[in-house]
């Protein structure tokens, strides 16, 4: 909802400045990141991303079905946010994006932007910073909307609800499959130079903390 209602108003307030229209756009994107991590955070390990939670299960945070059940409610909540967003603008529900995202340079984009948002939290989770994790986050998707080619996607559920807005922030859903596998080789390359960075480091160690039950300990959504 953030992602595509920022860049609606972006796109309304500055039509003739892409530029600006990206600088608000990723302004809103990191301020919001922010905001949902330190509000989740306590709940969930603010699990917002399904490559985050494939690093945690991949390093013995979480379990199989709980990990499903991640996904599904990460990948459920991008395309409702998506539709809120369309409908907050007055524009259709869903209108299936018609912008084509699609070059060996963007997916490399993509590669990098997922690679260093999972090296950023195991990286100050290990440092024993969790407590500033939502701001080191919110930081490094505001810079990886300037840094990569593809203005750091880095979230497979973000970039499948995208596909439900023909607006700023849409990718047509024929490039999103190629986004999403590239998000996910950056993030287990990212575990990978992890382990290698911290070695002999318990995997639990290395994961977002969180206070609150898993989604197998409860009824409840996650």
């Known amino acids: 909802m953030i992602v595509v209602g920022s860049g609606i108003a972006a796109s309304r307030l500055s039509p003739d400045d892409v ?21 989740l955070g306590p709940v969930s390990g603010a699990h917002l991303n399904p490559v985050v939670t494939l690093a945690d299960r991949v390093l013995g945070g979480t379990t199989n079905r709980d990990a499903i059940a991640y996904v599904l ?100 859903p024929s490039s999103a499959p190629a986004f999403v596998v590239a998000q996910v080789v950056g993030a287990l390359a990212a575990v990978a130079l992890a382990r290698y960075l911290f070695p002999g480091i318990p995997a639990a160690d290395l994961v977002v903390p969180h206070e609150g039950p898993s989604p197998s300990e409860t009824e409840e959504a996650p």
């Open 19 to 39: 530029g600006l229209q990206l600088l608000e756009n990723g302004i809103a994107t990191a301020g919001g990141l922010v905001a949902l991590i330190l509000a």
């Open 73 to 172: 409610a990460q990948i459920g909540g991008a395309c409702a946010g998506a539709i809120i967003a369309n409908l907050m603008f007055d524009l259709p529900a869903v209108t299936l994006a018609t912008r084509t995202r699609s070059s060996s340079g963007l997916w490399l984009g993509e590669v990098v932007a997922a690679f260093g948002l999972i090296l950023v939290i195991l990286g100050v989770v290990r440092a024993g910073r969790a407590t500033v994790a939502a701001f080191a986050v919110g930081s490094y998707i505001g810079a990886a909307y300037w840094f990569t080619s593809s203005t750091g996607f880095a979230n497979p559920a973000v970039t499948i609800g995208r596909t439900l807005t023909d607006t700023f922030t849409g990718i047509a």
